[in-house]
């Protein structure tokens, strides 16, 4: 299959889980894909992978955690002379505690900051194509979060604090596709967030055995997680839907929080403010 040949894919986390199946895909479909990861050692098997089927692939560094680290990988995307047709914010963790290089909560700040910093980063590149997309990998978490606290993002979690603050991350992935869509969608970019289904990957790797290896058994495969974010990404049925939340290939209605317009202004605003400034604790 060719049917992506000439396109440029950027995706966020394929070190594993379904953000490493997404690439294999789309890169077996014939487009370049840059895996945009924190770990080369991790990332490396999945380059060899990818170039052993005939695709091409590259890794560029990022540390979502480090909104430094997430300035050095957009500065080297843009420093190509290519385009830019899909991003695809994947990379995500769940029931870490503690803060970010800059002292925002560790799943707000990876899940949602550095990946609101990456986009706006590479907007003017995305917005030269006349349709690119913007595809947020989010999760039916995110029904559990009612609102988001922008004093909460500022400090560690304690307790169970980590799957809320979990959920209000996913939460934030929805608000920003939503936003992006209401914004830059007359400029030809159109944004998805979605539910990939409950995977047996490595993001629960913070729950203790044996509970993980119970859990695991009834989730599915990661080739079946990566089904609809390849759909988002790739999918010609999804070309003129903007803002959607999907799950299993189609669309479903968020939660009425994830639907709030004001909201999803206030968020986007304060994150702008929260990469533009410095430390956490400074806004
Ligand atoms: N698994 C599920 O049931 C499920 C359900 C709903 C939503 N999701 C979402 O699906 C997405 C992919 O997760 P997965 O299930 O495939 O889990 P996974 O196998 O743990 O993959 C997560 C990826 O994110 C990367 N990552 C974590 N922190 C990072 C950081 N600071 N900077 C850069 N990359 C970082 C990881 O890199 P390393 O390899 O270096 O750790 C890994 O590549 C996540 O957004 C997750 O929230 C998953």
């Not at 060719?2 to 014939?30: D, F, P, W, Y």
């Amino acid at each position: 299959m060719s049917e992506l040949r000439g396109k440029v894919c950027l995706i966020t986390g394929a070190s594993s889980g379904i953000g490493r199946v997404t690439a294999e895909v789309l890169a077996q479909r014939g487009a370049r894909v840059l895996l945009a990861c924190r770990d080369a050692g991790k990332t490396e098997p999945v380059l060899r992978a990818i170039a052993a089927a005939g695709g091409q692939a590259e890794l560029v560094p990022l540390n979502l955690a480090d909104l430094d680290s997430v300035r050095s990988c957009a500065a080297a995307v843009l420093a190509r002379a290519e385009p830019l047709h899909v991003l695809i914010n994947n990379a995500g963790l769940a029931g870490l505690r503690g803060v970010t290089k800059q002292g925002f909560e560790q799943a707000f700040g990876v899940n949602h900051l550095g990946h609101f910093l990456l986009t706006q980063l590479l907007l003017p590149r995305l917005l030269a194509e006349p349709h690119s997309r913007v595809v947020n990998v989010s999760s039916k978490a995110h029904y559990n979060a009612r609102g988001i606290d922008f004093a909460e993002v500022r400090r560690s979690v304690t307790g169970f604090g980590a799957l809320h603050a979990y959920a209000v991350s996913k939460l934030a992935n929805v608000l920003h596709a939503k936003e992006l869509a209401r914004r830059y969608g007359e400029r030809g970019l159109h944004a998805y967030s979605l539910h990939p289904g409950v995977i047996a990957s490595d993001v629960w790797r913070q729950i203790p055995q044996p509970f993980r290896w119970l859990m695991m058994r009834s989730m599915i495969s990661n080739a079946e997680g990566a089904q609809t974010t390849l759909h988002c990404a790739t999918s010609t049925e999804v070309a003129s839907d903007n803002g959607l939340y999907y799950d299993e290939s189609r669309v479903k209605e968020p939660s009425a929080s994830a639907q709030d317009p004001q909201l999803a202004r206030e968020l986007w605003e304060r994150s702008e403010r929260f990469v533009a400034a410095g430390e956490a604790g400074s806004r």
